[in-house]
């Protein structure tokens, strides 16, 4: 079955470490995202790819990076510079603009501070 | 930029009954599509309706049908017969076309739905 992969489901962060979630996708789908959702909030895009080796930041890039080198991978790290990373983090892709087509979620990762 | 408001934070319903959950939204844009997303307690993301903003007729998916008005910018969803199952928060999203925003969707704050037995 075709789907998105997230790992691994939880995650701890040590003061002033960095940790890279993974996100892996066989739905052969261009684009992919990275949401952050805390509790009583809605998703919030932190970055996204439109295509291999390019990505644009979304609404809190802050503290966070990502790559794209390969269609099927989208990591995530949380930098020590992102100083509340608590939270509960989604990966998503999905057919490109323009298209009714909806985004496709992964199981999410919940990061939480040691 | 794009704006989604889900005004009501918690809702809930008895068993059978009918439930509409509200949704506005602020754009410019003619041209646009909305989706609800459902969120059950296992944290998925399970996208339960979409409405394309150029059709007129209200999208409906077996118990689930939505109340476009697009003039007044409203993308309410009802949720008809209600099952033990539909307990989920439930978050409405918007998507603009242009390529250039690579289909980003900007979500509302979630609506979380109680079914009382």
């Known amino acids: 079955d075709g789907g998105i992969t997230q790992s691994p489901k939880y995650l701890f962060r040590k003061e002033g470490q960095n940790v890279t979630l993974s996100c892996e996708q066989n739905l052969n789908h261009d684009a992919m995202y990275w949401y952050r959702q805390d509790p009583g909030q809605g998703l919030r895009l932190i970055y996204y790819?439109?295509?291999?080796?390019?990505?644009q930041k979304g609404d809190i890039a802050e503290g966070y990076s990502v790559s794209r080198e390969k269609k099927e991978s989208f990591p995530l790290t949380v930098t020590s510079a992102q100083k509340n990373p608590t939270a509960f983090y989604l990966c998503?892709?999905?057919?490109?603009?323009?298209?009714?087509?909806?985004?496709?979620f992964g199981d999410g990762t919940r990061l939480s501070i040691l | 930029a794009q704006t989604v408001t889900q005004s009501q934070p918690e809702m809930s319903v008895q068993e059978a009954e009918t439930v509409t959950l509200s949704c506005t939204y602020d754009?410019?844009?003619?041209?646009?599509?909305l989706f609800w997303y459902k969120q059950p307690p296992s944290r998925q993301m399970i996208l339960v309706i979409r409405q394309e903003a150029y059709k007129q007729q209200n999208a409906t998916e077996n118990r689930f049908s939505v109340n476009f008005q697009k003039a007044a910018k409203s993308f309410s969803l009802k949720i008809s017969d209600s099952q033990l199952g539909d307990a989920a928060m439930y978050f409405c999203?918007?998507?603009?076309?242009?390529?250039?925003?690579?289909?980003?969707?900007?979500f509302g704050e979630g609506t979380q739905l109680t079914v009382n037995p």
């Open positions: 790819s439109q295509i291999v080796n390019d990505f």
């Open positions: 754009t410019s844009e003619s041209d646009y599509y």
């Open positions: 998503a892709s999905s057919i490109p603009s323009p298209s009714n087509q909806p985004q496709h």
């Open positions: 999203a918007y998507r603009n076309p242009e390529e250039t925003s690579g289909s980003r969707l900007t």
